[in-house]
């Protein structure tokens, strides 16, 4: 038994190995057809086909629609963390700092609405019912990159107050996952072009807004905010 001890690891490894490069694979069909098609086109059937395998495959690897969706959104967030810490590191003042990464997220997002659309998906989803759908392992690994892009902006937002550039009372953690999830309603809102106002009392209209607009509002909006949240306490 001793003998055949480093055969059987070393099929198992090899197993182990296939099951990962599979589930890479099957994420990366996701990640393709979500940027050509849309997350809300996209059923686990093409995925399968996509990978050439059938759907029953798709679940020996995932726990249901949910954590594909939130893996494949892992792989948005990653790509996101780079553009957010290569326009934090271009800018040595506070508030430059944070307009190009608040402004990077909204470039990214404009430029990747499956990203939205993913993301959305999920946050609308009680934290309970994403525990009881997503595997501890791939939560784990969701969390880890929504705050990897967290962590860069809560980095500004706390630097800023430090040097004196910004007057914030909030913690800067919960301000960085209020800007985050208020940034992702406003990429809704750049893709949809759409504004309602009121062209008398009660009676609707539309206008149009483009993207650069939304895009200057936020990084606009972000700025008067670490000003304006200690004067309004």
Same mark, same amino acid.
């Given at each position: ?14 197993? $182990? &190995? ?9 994420? !990366? @069909?996701?990640?393709?057809? %979500?940027?050509?098609? #849309? =997350? ?46 290569? $326009? &934090? ?9 944070? !307009? @190009?990464?608040?402004?990077? %997220?909204?470039?990214? #997002? =404009? ?46 937002? $706390? ?75």
């Amino acid at each position: 038994m001793a003998t055949r001890a480093p055969h059987t690891d070393g099929r198992r490894k090899a197993a $182990a &190995a296939r099951r990962r490069a599979r589930k890479e694979q099957i994420i !990366a @069909a996701t990640r393709e057809l %979500f940027d050509s098609k #849309g =997350v809300r086109d996209v059923q686990i059937e093409e995925i399968a086909s996509a990978v050439g395998i059938n759907r029953a495959i798709v679940y020996r690897h995932f726990t249901g629609k949910e954590e594909l969706f939130a893996l494949t959104l892992v792989g948005y967030l990653d790509e996101l963390h780079e553009a957010m810490q290569t $326009a &934090a590191g271009a800018h040595d003042e506070a508030p430059a700092r944070l !307009a @190009a990464v608040v402004g990077s %997220f909204i470039d990214y #997002g =404009v430029a990747h609405p499956a990203f939205v659309d993913c993301a959305q998906s999920l946050m609308v989803r009680p934290g309970d019912e994403l525990f009881d759908d997503i595997s501890e392992g791939a939560l784990f690994r969701l969390g880890r990159g929504i705050t990897s892009c967290m962590t860069i902006l809560s980095e500004v937002l $706390a630097e800023g107050r430090a040097s004196g550039a910004f007057t914030i009372s909030t913690d800067p953690v919960v301000l960085a996952n209020t800007m985050y999830a208020s940034g992702l309603g406003a990429l809704h809102l750049a893709r949809l072009g759409i504004l309602v106002s009121e062209a008398a009392p009660g009676i609707p209209t539309v206008s149009q807004i483009s993207a650069e607009q939304v895009r200057d509002y936020v990084v606009s909006s972000a700025l008067a905010l670490v000003t304006r949240d200690a004067q309004a306490s």
